[in-house]
């Protein structure tokens, strides 16, 4: 989305803002201290976990212009203009995307508190290296913290998605 | 973050100095947010954000690297320019700095900005000779980024100035360099020491050596002694030796305490015998 000014300005202590939420153009008003991750929730996308908070854990996971970025410590303001994509637009229980699929058939999921978070890390890998390394993986994953399941069946998760997502390419 | 009144995305320096400028509404300048975004003061009115400023580049200009202010750790991570500079020390410090989701927000400027102690990138450019280009109500100028953490430097990074890039010089695009990060985690933010290293070594003799370190007192220093006592020798067990303890004896008045003590010292003398 293309910002036509260069200043908001609250009312009330809220702010106005305009940004796309998994390709839908959305006007939220956001409190002056909330952060993304619970203006997210608020407006039901319930995908967004809030963990720890501070940046630690990964939980609240979104893209932001297409990069994976901590919800929690981005002030909802400062996400007007922006593109999200939270796990709700990725895909769907009827139709889900291939690194859902991948994670359901590795076993990857457990709690699934983190799982949201960790494909979001995953597509944002995928869509600049569709063929990662297993180091590579571990290095977009770091930020990614799982208390179930450890992490050898995601980062499997994630190269089993790599090849669905080649083979749908050909 | 309960006063702030106006979010301001400006996309000039000029137009971002201004508002910070401005005495009717106490600002700030945030770029990654990282390090800002839960401590703000609640003092502040505007935050300024500098995500849309052209600050994002890592180019060549003359024989010198320069980095602008608002280029991620991810982008310098990834930088074929920066991995071919020092042996890719930038990149490494900057792939070491906590976890991929901080990386892709955290910024260069925001980092050097932020006074904290084990903060990646203070270290690296303390011994790198890095410059920094500020731009201040009285225009543009370039200082040493010694000079950034000098007592009694009037301007606050982010509050008075702007940081616009940091200037890598020629001279150490071919030096030896090794960066460590000691902390609990590698995904630790908060490093127990962070220590750069590099060796400008002409015909196995080292000409010039620098050591500088982070996290062990409030601001980065670098260790003169332990320079001193690597430089114009052949490198050798005695050499590594007379620098370790020329170290231990620098932290030492830096009260850094023994177990920081003594694991610098490690650190030092391990990257010794990689040359």
Not at chain 2, 167 to 179: D, L, S
Request: net charge positive; charged share 25%.
């Amino acid at each position: 989305m293309k910002k036509e000014n260069t200043r908001l300005e609250a009312l009330n202590g809220m702010f106005g803002i305009e940004l796309s939420v998994n390709g839908v153009k959305k006007t939220f008003k956001v409190k002056n201290d909330e952060f993304l991750l619970d203006a997210l929730r608020r407006h039901g996308y319930k995908s967004v976990k809030k963990g720890c908070d501070t940046g630690d854990c990964g939980s609240c996971t979104v893209l932001l212009d297409g990069k994976p970025v901590l919800a929690c410590l981005i002030p909802a303001f400062a996400a007007h203009g922006s593109d999200i994509t939270s796990v709700e637009g990725l895909g769907t229980v009827r139709a889900p995307h291939p690194l859902q699929e991948a994670f359901v058939e590795a076993g990857a999921v457990q709690c699934g508190f983190c799982i949201p978070g960790m494909i979001l890390a995953s597509k944002s890998l995928l869509d600049a290296h569709p063929d990662p390394s297993e180091d590579e993986i571990k290095k977009y994953l770091d930020g990614n913290l799982c208390r179930c399941t450890g992490y050898v069946k995601q980062i499997k998760a994630v190269k089993m998605a790599a090849k669905k997502l080649k083979r749908s390419r050909q | 973050m309960k006063n702030i009144g106006y979010y301001s995305f400006p996309e000039t320096p000029k137009a971002a100095l201004a508002g910070l400028l401005d005495r009717k509404a106490e600002a700030i300048v945030v770029a990654g947010g990282t390090l800002t975004a839960k401590t703000l003061p609640d003092t502040i009115v505007n935050y300024i954000d500098l995500k849309n400023l052209p600050l994002g580049y890592i180019k060549k200009r003359g024989r010198d690297l320069v980095i602008g202010s608002t280029a991620t750790f991810d982008e310098i991570d990834n930088s074929k320019l920066v991995k071919s500079w020092a042996g890719g020390v930038l990149s490494a410090a900057a792939a070491r700095c906590s976890s991929q989701l901080i990386r892709n927000m955290a910024t260069l400027g925001g980092n050097i900005a932020r006074p904290h102690s084990f903060n990646i990138f203070p270290a690296v450019l303390l011994g790198l000779d890095a410059g920094v280009r500020l731009l201040s109500k009285t225009g543009v100028r370039t200082i040493p980024f010694s000079e950034l953490y000098r007592a009694g430097f009037s301007l606050r990074p982010g509050r008075d100035c702007l940081i616009l890039e940091v200037i890598i010089p020629a001279k150490t695009k071919n030096w030896v360099c090794g960066f460590e990060k000691f902390a609990k985690t590698e995904a630790s933010w908060e490093a127990y020491i962070t220590l750069f290293m590099a060796a400008e070594m002409k015909n196995g003799v080292i000409k010039e050596a620098r050591i500088s370190l982070g996290a062990l007192s409030p601001k980065p220093f670098r260790a003169f002694a332990a320079e001193k006592a690597l430089s114009g020798v052949k490198l050798s067990d005695a050499a590594v030796k007379a620098a370790v303890a020329a170290l231990k004896s620098e932290l030492d008045a830096a009260r850094a305490g023994e177990f920081k003590k003594a694991a610098a010292a490690r650190l030092l003398a391990g990257f010794l015998q990689t040359i």
